[in-house]
């Protein structure tokens, strides 16, 4: 977070000298995990600010401290903050959206060539230019044809083995 002791106008009750490097008052770098970007309906953006933390942490007075600079910086920011710990989120959904997101790696990874990602890429933009079923069942039906996927059924609160 940049310059948290000049932005925070409520210093009330925050130690900042828990989070400066003792021999020389250095601060430390100060982290929020995740500073997501929103667009609204109305096209605005908007931030959402949120930080991770194991349930544990939350038992010790330094995590607390340090958290309650985050709240009010972000406060002082007009952005929505909030702490996330693994309580928040299921196991297996986090599992599965990790082994979604494996697709993600370099393709020479996955074992395609880039000729063979850019026929599939152009196959799979004609065919769906030409479809007029749902995008789940048409991807569905392309693996089938095009990569020989044979038939997965699966429960995405189930884990996946």
């Known amino acids: 977070m940049f310059h948290c002791e000049e932005v925070i106008q409520n210093k009330a009750g925050l130690n900042f000298d828990l989070f400066k490097d003792k021999d020389t008052g250095t601060p430390y770098i100060l982290s929020t995990s995740f500073l997501i970007t929103l667009k609204k309906p109305n096209g605005k953006i908007a931030y959402v600010a949120r930080s991770l933390k194991a349930d544990y942490e939350l038992e010790r007075k330094t995590a ?58 152009y196959a799979f933009i004609e065919k769906l230019a030409g479809s007029n079923t749902s995008i789940r069942n048409f991807t569905v039906h392309f693996d089938r044809l095009f990569i020989m996927i044979p038939e997965i059924k699966t429960d995405k609160t189930a884990k996946i083995s």
């Open 64 to 121: 607390l401290e340090r958290l309650e600079i985050e709240r009010r910086y972000w406060q002082s920011q007009n952005i929505d903050w909030g702490i996330v710990t693994q309580k928040e989120i299921p196991v297996v959904k986090a599992k599965n959206i990790e082994w979604i997101h494996s697709s993600l790696y370099p393709v020479d990874e996955r074992g395609f060539t880039d000729e063979e990602v850019n026929y599939y890429c």
